[in-house]
């Protein structure tokens, strides 16, 4: 016989202590939306470009950070080792270049001057100059309205 205490049931039902939200952020000037589908897709590298044709570059947080780890796991369904491994075999094949890894502050800068970036953030990492398209909570996305 199973024996629960009260306080048990909500530890079990309550979001994981490592689970995380994401910004997804590009360039000011860029209008396009984005799905989640697309959104697999670009990090995925099954497509290089934003819905309106335009060439996307990807930005990523450390790939030894927490927030990278989480982000593979809740997008991709990947662990952040087999992301890597899916991704360097795109790069020996010549389907891709290298990932790139910076910290927030640097994410930040190269958006604002990129116009093709696109990058993930912690959801608790103050924005400016640079547009959010949405946030992924618990691996599911929302949009944010687009501003014109």
């Known amino acids: 016989m199973l024996i629960l205490c009260s ?3 909500s530890l079990m039902l309550a979001r994981p202590l490592h689970a995380a939200d994401f ?3 590009v360039h000011n000037d860029n209008r396009s939306a984005i799905t989640q589908q697309l959104l697999m897709q670009l990090y995925l590298k099954k ?3 934003f819905a309106d044709g335009k060439a996307a ?3 990523h947080l450390p790939r030894s950070s927490a927030e990278h780890q989480q982000f593979c796991l809740e997008l991709l369904n ?3 080792h087999q992301y890597q491994s899916y991704w360097s075999r ?3 094949t010549g389907n891709a270049s290298n ?3 910076a910290n ?3 994410i930040l800068q190269q958006v604002q001057q990129n116009p093709a970036a696109i990058a993930y953030l912690p959801a608790d990492t103050a924005l400016s100059g640079v547009r959010q398209l949405g946030f992924l909570r618990n691996g599911q996305w929302q949009e944010s309205p687009v501003t014109h």
């Open 78 to 80: 990947l662990t952040a």
């Open 90 to 92: 795109l790069v020996f």
């Open 104 to 106: 927030a502050n640097s």
């Open 57 to 59: 570059t990807l930005l």
């Open 99 to 101: 990932l790139q890894f």
């Open 7 to 9: 306080g048990c049931w």
């Open 23 to 25: 910004v997804v952020v």
């Open 47 to 49: 497509t290089a470009a």
